[in-house]
């Protein structure tokens, strides 16, 4: 395989539950990498145009999930599952996703905007929601 | 903290003793890893300057441990602990390290330099060497 024109790096790094910054894999993480990987492979673009990684944290926690897009040089921040299509759609387009390019301003957790709201805590198995 | 200059991302996938291709945990890349976020901290370059991450797979295998530079776009390979401070010292002056930088051969299996040889097995807990 030749070196992909571009690599994806999702952080999935989970910090225990309840530690204020939160942490990616909290928010669904790990889901949107595999996500990623299967939509990359779906379009045949996986072997030759860009691979998704998982990456350990990047140190913007507070505005994860985050992705470093490389060697573009830009971070997607605050991503969710949902946002998976459109990401996969300008990668295949080679454009960007600017609604989800972090500013500078987000790699500061001082200045960064708002978190993604708290992940809703699921139920044990066996009850309720 | 601001965005990095640089992200090393080190794939510290590891596959099965025996597999063919090896795999770059196989090789020393967990310490690898460590010894370069140590490094960094050390020379006081980890806050703002460059930043040590694992990643998953690279698709390189028979070519590592390698580390993918970023945003520069170029790959580390068969790098070993010893290579360890000569990295450093690139990084802190803003240089590569020329003879690690994988050319576009390496990148397939078929026409790639020869692996570092096999890690010797170590001997289990207990046993003598």
């Not at 942490?23 to 145009?49: F, M, N, P, W, Y």
Request: hydrophobic share 35%.
């Amino acid at each position: 395989m030749p070196q992909r024109q571009r690599y994806l790096f999702v952080c999935v790094n989970r910090r225990p539950d309840g530690t204020p910054k939160g942490s990616c894999a909290q928010r669904s993480a790990v889901e949107i990498h595999a996500a990623l990987k299967d939509g990359l492979k779906d379009r045949g673009l996986a072997k030759t145009e860009v691979r998704a990684c998982t990456s350990s944290c990047l140190d913007v926690c507070w505005a994860g999930p985050v992705i470093a897009v490389e060697p573009d040089g830009y971070f997607y921040g605050r991503v969710t599952l949902e946002d998976v299509p459109e990401l996969l759609e300008s990668l295949a387009n080679g454009t960007r996703v600017e609604r989800l390019v972090l500013p500078s301003n987000d790699f500061d957790e001082k200045t960064a905007a708002p978190p993604l709201p708290a992940p809703k805590s699921k139920p044990a198995e066996g009850q309720e929601p």
